[in-house]
């Protein structure tokens, strides 16, 4: 006889699971007891629960594996639920375990008591409410087996106190097989030589890569498509880093923050081949115009995609990886000079720009370019969202490694716990986080766990002391202006790193800049580095 | 363009909260529902009536394919199934007018399933759109009370869904 705590932990050690996020309450405490018992499971208490969510996502997206994260219920669980909808806009496969009142007590209103698994609903891939422990083991083989196939998603396993506890003979339940859940991976022959043939004919082809380009690790085909095809390459900011930023196919990234080139490239194509791409609003204002202007192909492992935004001349259902190794095989090289050398001369117009050095405040242009003189070949960036995320997403430069940041659902202060998970997955990579005031306030008690797991992780902190993005749109758009937006008594950075004992420069002229960087690269330690923008700094530089 | 839904589904606790969910989260409106199990125990299967345009419905028939629980879907129009509706419609009746109520009921193949001294409850089981005729048809004499249960529906002829 086992409980079911016992056959959750064996579950999880059987997917090879060995450290997970969490933070601890009543109702899951049979668990953690079971967890404490067996000992080779790592858990890396986080400071506030939607936080284990993002660093599961951190760690998923560097690992390559399920990242697993574990609350008790109600507010343990709702405060998890924005890192279950970040991880889901994005893909990205995370099981969640949460804590449940008692079964004979659901639906009460008892203490710590919420229906998580119906508030969850709109945004994970799959939810259960286990109501008997025999059922767990399949449970647990189930989650992870939903959790990292198909399009990725994230997965919430519910387990009341009491089905915790619950003594059964464990029996083992088998290989996966479920009936209603049976994705498509290998394309559909006919229509890759459809698109093959697409291509042959296309004088101005495009591709434009988006995430799902990473979840089927297909880096090195989107490369070999653009060489052998000569057919130049966008990316969604989601797709950053797909290919090389210095490759010379490599027109940028597309949409309403994106870079100049790579939206002309976008409404000039006339055929545009999307991979791994969901033609988010952000990404591609205007569907309906590049439908008109373009035949479109649509690659996507996930069928409810593909017509979604935009009604693709040729849909192709299926693992990218696949359908590409699939697609080389055919004679796909077109006759696309005029068109690749005109967008190679504006892109690399564009990327050579620089803005005149200042001495009061830190340029973010000049500041990335600085970084990513420095930044080993294989870094790890990881943006949080607002005007940092579109300074980090344009101007930053991704060679071997990978640019990270909650695309789909934006949510501010993600940057800090996912570049945390980053580094539990990979101790030695170099990971620098680039967050704002805004957003660093929003998890920074993160660095508390940061600090007790002597994670060697650099933060890049622009201090403008307010909202820039918010404050941005308000002067744009809205007759009032810049309304509550500011935050003129932010706290001392540096001191605030100090209380946590982490290692803080605050640079405000550029002149030191090379220097600043230099030193937060090399101190062996967690190090925050906090930039001084001008407050009128805009994300509209050109 | 009204069209009818068939779904396929695992019989569990939750599953036809997630499908009606997708509804919702979409605004679409459902026009009528109508869930039991099928020859096997382990499946339900839900009909529904939905009143979009083609694209929302196929992006909603993606969406439902997502769901885990959810085993096949398949959407028709009114030429490809049989579809009927069970409709109890209670109407107040004396001693007078029973026998005109009766006549009607007969002639739409409806029965009378239970009488008092002033009311009469008429079953029929037919299509939507007959059913509103009926519903017509005893409205002069004052109905009380109607419950229907929604469409299902089968595909004509030897093919089936699953």
């Known amino acids: 006889m086992i409980t079911g705590a016992k056959a959750m932990v064996k579950g999880l050690k059987e997917q090879g699971v060995d450290i997970m996020f969490g933070y601890p309450g009543a109702t899951i405490c049979p668990f953690y007891d079971e967890l404490a018992k067996d000992g080779t499971i790592r858990h890396i208490l986080v400071r506030q629960e939607q936080n284990a969510g993002h660093m599961a996502s951190g760690y998923a997206r560097k690992s390559g594996r399920v990242g697993v994260c574990v609350v008790t219920s109600g507010p343990g669980a709702t405060n998890l639920i924005t890192g279950i909808a970040t991880a889901y806009m994005d893909s990205i496969p995370i099981v969640a375990i949460t804590g449940q009142v008692a079964t004979d007590m659901l639906g009460r209103d008892v203490f710590q008591e919420v229906d998580i698994t119906g508030a969850c609903a709109p945004f994970v891939k799959h939810s259960y409410l286990v109501k008997d ?54 394309g559909n022959m006919k229509q890759i030589k459809k698109v093959a043939a697409e291509i042959q004919v296309a004088k101005k082809p495009l591709i434009c890569a988006g995430g799902g380009v990473f979840s089927s690790g297909a880096q090195d085909l989107i490369k070999k498509l653009s060489d052998k095809g000569k057919i130049p390459v966008v990316t969604t ?14 027109m940028g990234m ?67 990886r696949h359908i590409l190794e699939k697609l080389l095989e055919f004679d796909i090289e077109t006759d696309s000079g005029e068109w690749s050398q005109e967008l190679q001369q504006l892109a690399s117009e564009e990327r050579n720009k620089v803005s005149a050095k200042r001495e009061q405040t830190i340029g973010p242009r000049n500041f990335m370019h600085a970084l990513s003189a420095q930044l080993d070949d294989d870094a790890y960036v990881v943006a949080d969202v607002g005007q940092n995320q579109i300074w980090a997403g344009k101007y930053i430069e991704v060679k071997k490694g990978r640019f990270l940041t909650s695309g789909g659902l934006g949510t501010m202060g993600y940057s800090l716990p996912a570049g945390a998970g980053v580094k539990f997955a990979d101790r030695d990579r170099q990971t620098v986080v680039v967050c704002g005031d805004g957003s660093f306030q929003m998890t920074m008690n993160e660095l508390s766990t940061i600090a007790e797991n002597d994670l060697n992780l650099k933060v890049v902190l622009f201090n403008n002391r307010k909202l820039g993005m918010v404050n941005e749109i308000q002067k744009k758009a809205y007759s009032e202006g810049p309304f509550a937006v500011s935050m003129p008594d932010t706290p001392d950075f540096c001191k605030l790193a100090d209380a946590f004992g982490i290692r803080c420069r605050r640079l405000s002229d550029e002149n030191q800049m090379e220097d600043a960087i230099r030193e937060m690269l090399s101190h062996d330690g967690p190090f925050l580095l906090e930039c001084v923008v001008d407050p009128d700094e805009s994300t509209m530089l050109q | 363009m009204k069209q009818i839904i068939s779904v396929l589904t695992e019989n569990q ?22 869930v039991g199990v099928t020859e096997d125990k382990s499946i339900s299967r839900i009909t529904m009536i939905v009143d979009s345009g083609n694209n929302a419905v196929e992006q909603i028939e993606k969406q439902l394919n997502k769901l885990v629980p959810v085993i096949k879907v398949r959407r028709f129009d009114d030429s490809e199934v049989i579809g009927k509706e069970l409709a109890m419609i209670k109407v ?8 005109e109520i009766k006549n009607l009921a007969d002639i739409m193949d409806a029965r009378i399933t239970d009488i008092s001294a002033a009311t009469m409850t ?15 048809m005893m409205r002069p004499y004052g109905i009380q009370e109607v419950a229907r249960t929604g469409i299902v529906a089968l595909q004509k002829g030897s093919s089936s869904i699953g």
């Open chain 1, 133 to 186: 422990a025999r059922e767990l083991p399949r449970i647990m083989r189930e989650a992870f087996h939903i959790a990292s196939t198909g399009r990725p998603g994230p997965v919430l396993i519910d387990v009341p106190s009491d089905v915790q506890n619950q003594q059964f003979e464990y029996k083992d339940p088998g290989e996966v097989n479920i009936r209603g859940y049976k994705p498509s991976i290998t």
């Open chain 1, 237 to 250: 900011m989601m797709g950053l880093g797909a290919i090389p930023t210095s490759d010379p196919m490599n």
């Open chain 1, 254 to 320: 597309i949409g309403q923050f994106g870079h100049k080139t790579a939206n002309y490239a976008l409404n000039h194509t006339d055929l545009l081949v999307l991979i791994g791409a969901r033609v988010g609003d952000r990404a591609v204002t205007a569907p309906d115009r590049v439908e008109e202007q373009s035949r479109t192909i649509h690659i996507d492992i996930d069928p409810a995609e593909i017509g979604k935004n935009m009604t693709p001349t040729v849909p192709l259902v299926g693992d990218v």
């Open chain 2, 13 to 34: 606790a939750g599953a036809l909260n997630k499908i009606t969910g997708l509804f919702a989260r979409r605004a679409f409106n459902i026009e009528s529902l109508a």
């Open chain 2, 92 to 99: 107040a009746a004396n001693s007078k007018n029973r026998g």
């Open chain 2, 122 to 136: 008429v079953e029929i089981s037919e299509s939507p759109d007959k059913i509103d005729l009926f519903e017509e």
